[in-house]
């Protein structure tokens, strides 16, 4: 407690995920070979406790825990971004690729959420996995950076001809 370590020293590892009981940290790893893994550290001491291969053609860059054993992961493949699911080591095609960037996938139980400027500006992104329902949540003219949720808003940084400006808007 108290104390920074390091928990892996070799390899690379990326976009550490801590688990809701902070006992386990999930990351994507580029071994030196080429591909990429999930790889779940143990929290307490950086041994592996599973490592997962994501399949040929598809370069993870961001992963998110679900459930035990299930994870949502961005990946970049020849066709663009996609979000994929792993469970019970099976791997599946959530929202198929398209040109995009993707970045910030995070996870609370009831949806999963992220930045995208699939529509040609950065906005936010809420997708419903129960549900199988995608919703962009802003529509920000020049696109957003640094969303975050709190009683009942979204606070959001945006472009304007003015400069950078802070907005909060009712989620």
């Known amino acids: 407690r108290n104390k920074i370590t390091d928990l892996s ?49 598809i370069q993870a860059t961001e992963a998110t825990w679900w459930t035990d054993g299930v994870f949502y992961v961005f990946g970049i493949s020849e ?20 040109i ?10 009831r949806y999963l959420e992220w930045s995208s400027d ?16 995608l919703v962009q949540m802003t529509s920000a003219r020049y696109g957003l950076t640094d969303a975050a949720e709190d009683n009942g808003f979204l606070y959001y940084v945006s472009q304007t001809l003015d400069g950078t400006m802070l907005y909060r808007t009712p989620v």
Not at 79 to 98: F, T
Not at 100 to 109: F, I, R
Not at 118 to 133: A, D, I, K, T, V
């Open 100 to 109: 995009q960037k993707a970045v910030n996938l995070t996870g609370d139980g």
């Open 79 to 98: 066709e663009g971004y996609g979000l994929y699911k792993m469970a019970d080591g099976q791997w599946s095609a959530v929202l198929e690729p398209c």
């Open 118 to 133: 699939r529509g040609g500006s950065n906005e936010l992104y809420r997708y419903y996995p129960e549900e199988g329902r």
């Open 9 to 57: 020293k070799e390899g690379r590892l990326y976009n550490p995920r801590p688990s809701a009981d902070g006992l386990r940290v999930l990351t994507v790893e580029y071994p030196w070979d080429g591909g990429s893994y999930l790889t779940v550290l143990s929290a307490m001491d950086g041994s592996v406790l599973q490592r997962i291969r994501v399949p040929d053609g």
